[in-house]
Nanobody, 122 residues
């Protein structure tokens, strides 16, 4: 079992930055691929970014490519999502999730966190 806890969300003005963290406990987290997803009110959950166990394979949604950066520190059992140049349309609850095999774009993950709210004001 892997427990994931997101943090770092908040209220920021358009053009600002936030860094989200996904802290893991339980099984060997360094073996897992991790993805970030988001869900805005009234919309389906959507993929944001994913990173493989080593950090050498990364994939972004087109909507965040060039603005968001995913990274991980396996010594700290933590994955980060650095979000720059934030836009009001980035407003959503952000979730991290873990799976054993890195697969870009998939929504099928084994473990999910509870989410952290990100609100971008115009």
């Amino acid at each position: 079992q892997v427990e994931l806890v997101e943090s770092g969300g908040g209220l920021v003005q358009a053009g600002g930055s936030l860094r989200l963290s996904c802290a893991a406990s339980g099984r060997t987290f360094s073996n897992y691929a991790v993805g970030w997803f988001r869900q805005a009110p009234g919309k389906e959950r959507e993929f944001v970014a994913t990173i493989n166990w080593s950090g050498k394979r990364i994939f972004y949604a087109d909507s965040v490519s060039g603005r968001f950066t995913i990274s991980r520190d396996n010594a700290k059992n933590t994955v980060y999502l650095q979000m720059n140049s934030l836009k009001p349309e980035d407003t959503a609850v952000y979730y991290c999730a873990g799976r054993t095999v890195y697969v870009p774009r998939t929504m099928e993950y084994d473990y999910w966190g509870q989410g952290t709210q990100v609100t971008v004001s115009s």
